[in-house]
């Protein structure tokens, strides 16, 4: 069974811009979170997707947004980005109902802002 | 109040010694879930264990076992017969209300380093 995969691993860009990252679960897990990791603050939760709908969110500003497709696949855009918002993010799939101890990670995507 | 407190920024093991990672948790929720994750310099974060608040008997996964102390509300890790691949940033986290989501609080973290 394929793991979690994260696009793009790397990405680049200035202050001002917005940025899309992309997230696909494990086949058949319907639930996704997304995580930010700083040195600063650690890691913290964004928001999570059951089923194309935010189940959790986390206490960040307006500018991070989510959706998640049928295909449980979810994305994840940061707009007007600052450079606080350098970070790895980091996306989880779950099988999704209630709790569930799976909870797998990919590999993150790591956002540099200059 | 910290969620989830790691108080071990760094610990040094020597190689095949078992090895205790704290975390202590602060909830008042009678059902929650704690995991345990190692992320290695690579960044992916690897699933070891998870407990669960109502589980009578500790977790225990190959070398990985939690020794859960519920009225401490500690979750500590234990790591039997350490290897040179350990060395990596160690999680616990926690998830509140074990069937309404899966929205996670990690810990600072430890940074294991073991020694040939």
């Known amino acids: 069974k394929a793991g979690v995969t994260q696009t793009p691993r790397y990405l680049i860009k200035t202050r001002g811009q917005q940025v899309t990252l992309s997230c696909s679960p494990i086949s058949g897990h319907r639930s996704v979170s997304w995580y930010q990791q700083t040195p600063g603050q650690g890691l913290q939760f964004l928001f999570e997707y059951f089923s194309e709908t935010q189940r959790n969110k986390g206490n960040f500003p307006g500018r991070f947004s989510g959706r998640q497709f049928s295909n449980s696949r979810s994305e994840m855009n940061v707009s007007t980005l600052e450079l606080g918002d350098s970070a790895l993010y980091l996306c989880?799939?779950?099988?999704?109902?209630?709790?569930?101890?799976?909870?797998?990670f990919g590999p993150g995507t790591r956002l540099t802002v200059l | 109040a910290q969620k989830i407190t790691q108080t071990q920024p760094g610990m040094f093991v020597q190689e095949k010694e078992a090895v205790t990672l704290d975390c202590t948790y602060d909830t008042s929720d009678p059902s929650y879930g704690l995991f345990w994750y190692k992320q290695p310099s690579s960044g992916e974060m690897i699933f070891l264990i998870y407990q669960g608040s109502y589980d009578q008997q500790n977790a225990t996964e190959g070398r990985y076992s939690l020794n859960f102390q519920k009225a401490r509300k500690s979750a500590n890790l234990v790591i039997s017969a350490s290897q040179l691949g350990d060395s990596a940033m160690y999680f616990c986290?926690?998830?509140?209300?074990?069937?309404?989501?899966?929205?996670?609080?990690f810990g600072g973290g430890t940074r294991l380093m073991v020694k040939p």
């Open positions: 989880a799939s779950s099988p999704g109902g209630g709790g569930s101890n799976e909870q797998f």
């Open positions: 986290a926690m998830r509140e209300n074990d069937n309404a989501g899966n929205m996670l609080t």
